[in-house]
């Protein structure tokens, strides 16, 4: 039963974490973001930012999922191992993108 309750509130999360991402991604809503995450972003590279930026989101959402998923079979311990892995690898993107675009943190 507790596996069950992680994989809702973790899937939701998840799939929060998903239409984020695919409004930053696809719709270029750069507005949803808080505003110092972009106002040194060139109207020019807003898409390239938001395409990161939304991809990265993605990224974190799709390993909530998996990592709800995965606590069905091995526990809700263990399955956060899978989302250790994606929050990582979304945050460097992220990361990765406010350095370059933002050109700085904040």
């Known amino acids: ?3 069950i309750l992680f994989l809702l509130i973790v ?7 998903v239409y984020l991402g695919l409004l930053l991604w696809i719709k270029e809503k750069i507005n949803i973001m808080h505003d110092y995450h972009y106002t040194k972003v060139k109207e020019t590279d807003k898409k390239p930012y938001t395409r990161i930026m939304g991809i990265a989101m993605i990224v974190i ?24 892995g994606s929050f990582t690898i979304g945050i460097l993107m992220m990361l990765y993108a406010q350095i370059k675009y933002n050109h700085g943190l904040f």
């Open 1 to 3: 039963m507790d596996d």
């Open 11 to 17: 899937g939701g999360i998840g799939l929060l974490f």
């Open 61 to 84: 959402g799709i390993g909530c999922l998996l990592s709800g998923v995965a606590s069905l079979f091995i526990g809700g311990g263990k399955s956060i191992i899978v989302f250790g």
